[in-house]
Each structure stands twice: as C-alpha cells, then as structure tokens.
C-alpha cells in the first residue's frame, strides 16, 4: 500500500529542521537494515525523540512505526496523522494488543520504534529497561537496532517549556550495530545486554557533542554526573 503521508510528514519536519538551523551529527547510519524486521530502540530525554530517532532510519529509506501511547492517537490533530503514518498505539492496560500489532508489523518486514524507558527520563541519564523490546524481536525472529539521542532534550523535555529559538543547535545520533536476539536466551539477559549497548553509544553520543553549558543557568541539559543540574537518577531499591 502506498505512503501517503509519511513522507509529506517527513517532508516537513526536514522543512522544521532547516528553519530551526539544527546541525545534525550522525554516525552508524550504515547499521540500519535495508530491508527486513527490526526493533529500534532509543534512549528517550525529549518529547521529539520519535522525530529524531526515525530520521536516524532515513538514510536507509526506512519508515519507523512508533509505539506510543494511546491518548497521542486520540488527539485530533496527531491521532489522524500517528493512525495514517500506521504507528501503533499502546493502551497501557491491555499492552498485549500493542504488543500483537508490533509483532504483526515486525514478521511483515517493518522497523518497529520502541523506547524501553517508557517516559522521558529527567536526569538524562538511562532508566531501567522494560523487557518488550527484547520479547519482540525474540518472538519475531528480527534484530535490535540500538540508538542513542543526544541535544534533543534541548529542545523540548519534560518540566521546561518547548525552546525553538536556539540556532546552530547540535543534535547528535549514534546507531550501533544490530543485535541478535536469541529465543534460547532470556529476555532479561537480551535486555541487560541491550541496555548496556544503548549506554555505551550515549555515553559516544554525549562526548562527541560539541555544545557546553554557557553558565550555571544553562546546564540543566547536562546529567549530574557529567557536572549539569539536572536531577539525580533515582538510587535503585534494595532487594
């Protein structure tokens, strides 16, 4: 069936890009299969990661269907378009339909997006991944596809107003190799191992970025332990 709006919504945000003057750095774009299933999964510190994480996939001529959560697809404005570019919807309460659908897309030939993170996370920093992403790609037979966003969050994040003002602002985007999942393994091994490749290309992402705080008011972008104010990651829980 033919796209009839994904790329005019590409299109556009390619339009945004330009008139916002973001300069783009991105490295591994060789990784994304060319043809075939596959499972992307991004670290998640902006409400427009989806954008970014699908243009990562653009120089292999790839579509990404998100999951994201239903509401998004509710709204009378972005619920038309999420339907038409075929996202798939997550209603948290009855994920095994979400979960179906994706696998559905996978086994069809498409690159599914998923952020095991589930929410932005405030500190910048990786939260615990949910095993999804892994269960996904296991069930499907298809590979990970591992990316880490940087300087998104810049942009527009959670607790700050949306800032489309800043020019010459750096966005960087690392893609690692694609990852085989192994139904023999444990989707918590998988995912462990998916979790640490994802740190290993933001912690990449984070020392090739070319931007510095320009003061003590604008480092919360920047992680605690990297000297910025944005919160500490919560101390995991004892057993």
Same mark, same amino acid.
């Given at each position: 069936?033919?796209?009839?709006?994904y790329?005019?919504?590409?299109?556009?945000?390619?339009?945004?890009?330009?008139?916002?003057?973001?300069?783009?750095?991105?490295?591994g774009?060789?990784?994304?299969?060319?043809?075939?299933?596959?499972v992307?999964v991004?670290?998640?510190?902006?409400?427009?990661?989806?954008?970014?994480? %699908?243009?990562?996939a653009?120089?292999?001529?790839?579509l990404?269907?998100?999951?994201?959560?239903?509401?998004?697809f509710?709204?009378?404005?972005?619920?038309?378009?999420?339907?038409?570019?075929?996202?798939?919807?997550?209603?948290?309460?009855?994920?095994?339909?979400?979960?179906?659908?994706?696998?559905?897309s996978?086994?069809?030939?498409?690159i599914?997006?998923?952020?095991?993170?589930?929410t932005?996370?405030?500190?910048?920093t990786l939260?615990?991944?949910?095993?999804?992403?892994?269960?996904?790609?296991?069930?499907? %037979?298809?590979?990970?596809?591992?990316?880490?966003?940087?300087?998104?969050?810049?942009?527009?994040?959670?607790?700050?107003?949306?800032d489309f003002?800043?020019?010459?602002?750096?966005?960087?985007?690392?893609?690692?190799?694609?990852?085989?999942?192994d139904?023999?393994?444990?989707?918590?091994?998988?995912?462990?191992?998916l979790?640490?490749r994802?740190?290993?290309?933001?912690?990449a992402?984070?020392?090739?970025?070319?931007?510095?705080?320009?003061?003590?008011?604008?480092?919360?972008?920047?992680? $605690?332990?990297?000297?910025?104010? $944005?919160?500490?990651?919560?101390?995991p829980?004892?057993?």
């Amino acid at each position: 069936m033919a796209e009839l709006v994904y790329p005019p919504v590409i299109a556009a945000a390619r339009t945004m890009f330009k008139a916002l003057d973001l300069r783009f750095d991105i490295a591994g774009s060789e990784h994304v299969p060319r043809r075939g299933g596959a499972v992307l999964v991004s670290n998640h510190i902006g409400y427009l990661d989806f954008v970014f994480a %699908g243009f990562a996939a653009r120089p292999a001529k790839r579509l990404v269907r998100f999951m994201a959560k239903e509401s998004v697809f509710r709204h009378r404005v972005s619920g038309p378009l999420m339907r038409a570019m075929k996202h798939i919807p997550v209603d948290r309460a009855q994920g095994e339909h979400a979960f179906d659908h994706a696998l559905k897309s996978l086994r069809s030939g498409e690159i599914v997006g998923v952020f095991p993170e589930a929410t932005i996370s405030p500190s910048f920093t990786l939260k615990k991944f949910k095993s999804g992403a892994a269960r996904m790609a296991q069930q499907a %037979g298809v590979p990970l596809l591992p990316v880490a966003l940087w300087g998104t969050q810049r942009l527009w994040t959670k607790g700050r107003k949306r800032d489309f003002s800043r020019s010459h602002l750096p966005i960087t985007i690392r893609i690692g190799a694609p990852m085989e999942a192994d139904p023999a393994e444990s989707a918590a091994s998988v995912t462990e191992r998916l979790r640490e490749r994802v740190q290993e290309l933001l912690e990449a992402a984070q020392q090739a970025y070319p931007a510095k705080p320009k003061g003590p008011e604008d480092s919360w972008w920047l992680p $605690a332990h990297l000297g910025g104010t $944005a919160p500490a990651p919560p101390t995991p829980k004892t057993p």
